[in-house]
């Protein structure tokens, strides 16, 4: 059996699979937040009590976490959770829990979870996109994932945004301060800013993305506007993705991946800008939500 776990800011949580995949247990538990050491303990506990529901032994260990993981050393960066930064976890974990863990980012977890039996389920290349509170991906080869040698691969939130016009430049700062990457206009949050910018409202007073979007579906004008700007940009961003590596699956994930829409008008905006005539690639819904980390990262 083999055991996933999503290192998230305010919750661990673990899963259990079988050989064939089937689910054997899962539980969360709360986050020892700032505390690096606690994190080992609640992992090392956790195990021991998913082994019991499942009736036997974990023999492989993955988990996924928010950053940048150093495929030399393990250690992590660039994350919201802090008190990870610089720390040997898969070291840590390994001596802690005694069995192989490997790690990987928590997009790149998605990813691997809808290639393997989601939405992208029998595509040789597949992308997986995270739209959420920020903006990731993960690409997957034959089932495979692909990190890269520098460990950034599929970081596609972190490249400018395509063809920007000219109220796009130089563009929002993101999250890593470089103002006009992808993720400073396809984020959830800055899908908000961007309409609060549009109606001169603080974006601390303004709707979140999810009433955007229903007010969207209602009708109201300049929420339609906005929406229709994330799509027109998502779509050049994506075609990116297409030139590059040109994916049999581009699977969305993360809550604006909820937009039941996107999947009616992307095509035809990211095919305006795919060299060639044609555009056979399919955009799809996650299958697994907010399972696809977790079940990623025991598929490691």
């Not at 898969?90 to 005694?98: C, I, P, S, V």
């Not at 130089?170 to 549009?198: I, K, M, Q």
């Not at 579906?217 to 994330?230: I, K, Q, S, W, Y």
Request: glycine fraction near 16%; charge should be negative.
């Amino acid at each position: 059996m083999r055991l996933g776990l999503d290192y998230g800011g305010t919750k661990i949580e673990g899963i259990v699979l079988g050989p064939d995949g089937v689910e054997k247990a899962r539980e969360r538990i709360p986050t020892p937040r700032h505390d690096y050491r606690g994190g080992i303990e609640a992992i090392r506990t956790l195990l021991e009590r998913l082994e019991a529901k499942a009736g036997g032994r974990i023999d492989q260990v993955g988990i996924g976490v928010p950053g940048s993981v150093d495929r030399a050393t393990g250690r992590v960066s660039m994350g919201n959770s802090t008190w990870l930064h610089g720390k040997d976890l898969r070291g840590d974990l390994t001596e802690a829990l005694d069995r192989p863990v490997k790690i990987a980012n928590d997009a790149n977890c998605f990813a691997l979870s809808e290639a393997v039996d989601g939405g992208g389920a029998g595509g040789e290349v597949v992308f997986g996109v995270i739209l959420g509170t920020g903006v990731g991906g993960g690409l997957v080869v034959h089932g495979r994932l692909v990190e890269g040698v520098n460990a950034t691969g599929g970081e596609w939130g972190h490249i400018p945004l395509p063809t920007p016009r000219d109220d796009e430049r130089p563009g929002p700062a993101c999250s890593c301060g470089v103002p006009g990457h992808t993720e400073s206009w396809l984020s959830g949050p800055n899908f908000a800013a961007d309409y609060a910018r549009r109606t001169g409202i603080s974006a601390d007073d303004g709707p979140r993305a999810p009433e955007i979007v229903a007010l969207a579906a209602e009708g109201n004008a300049e929420a339609l506007e906005t929406l229709e700007r994330f799509e027109d940009r998502l779509g050049r961003s994506l075609a990116v993705l297409v030139n590059v590596i040109d994916p049999d699956v581009i699977v969305l994930g993360g809550g604006l991946s909820n937009v039941d829409r996107l999947y009616e008008t992307l095509p035809p905006l990211v095919k305006q800008h795919v060299f060639g005539d044609r555009f056979e690639t399919r955009i799809v819904k996650n299958v697994h939500g907010d399972s696809s980390g977790v079940r990623g990262a025991a598929w490691l």
